[in-house]
């Protein structure tokens, strides 16, 4: 039996409630998981990357405000800041990466932001989505326990 590399086939609803959960662009969750396996970078690192997405001047800086990305080491004299991904940023993206191994999301409003009451109808349509996949998660689960 060939197994299936279908990781990706939720990345849309996973992306969709990370950004919901968390608050960030679509853009910094990508930037993030780029960082994720840089140990440590330098600003010149992140602006290098930083070329594929849309133009925003401010996205480097607004991570770093944000607690997405940590001064590791203060520069001095010819030496560079180096950054690197806090605890937070490093559980945010174990959570996306379970996510997509097929771990349920969360379905109460407490724990996500979707299934509040006042959302818009794009929430709605995601929150079904992931019904869905949580529905198909213990499926598979299932089927798996009993083969």
Do not use: C
Not at 33 to 38: G, M, R
Not at 56 to 78: A, M, Y
């Amino acid at each position: 039996m060939e197994k299936k590399n279908d990781y990706l086939k939720y990345w849309r609803i996973v992306k969709y409630y990370i950004k919901a959960k968390y608050g960030i662009t679509q853009a910094e969750l990508e930037m993030l998981l780029f960082l994720k396996s840089e140990s440590y970078f330098d600003k010149d690192r992140f602006l290098e990357f930083n070329q594929v997405f849309p133009w925003n001047k401010n996205r480097f800086d607004n991570l770093l405000r944000d607690g997405w990305i940590q001064v590791f080491r203060k520069g001095s004299g010819p030496r560079k800041n180096l950054y690197h991904l806090p605890q937070k940023t490093k559980k945010m993206l174990e959570v996306v990466y379970k996510k997509l191994n097929g771990e349920e999301i969360a379905t109460h409003e407490n724990f996500n932001p979707m299934f509040k009451r006042n959302v818009s109808y794009s929430d709605k349509v995601y929150r079904n989505m992931i019904i869905s996949m949580n529905e198909e998660t213990k499926a598979n689960k299932l089927k798996k326990e009993t083969e």
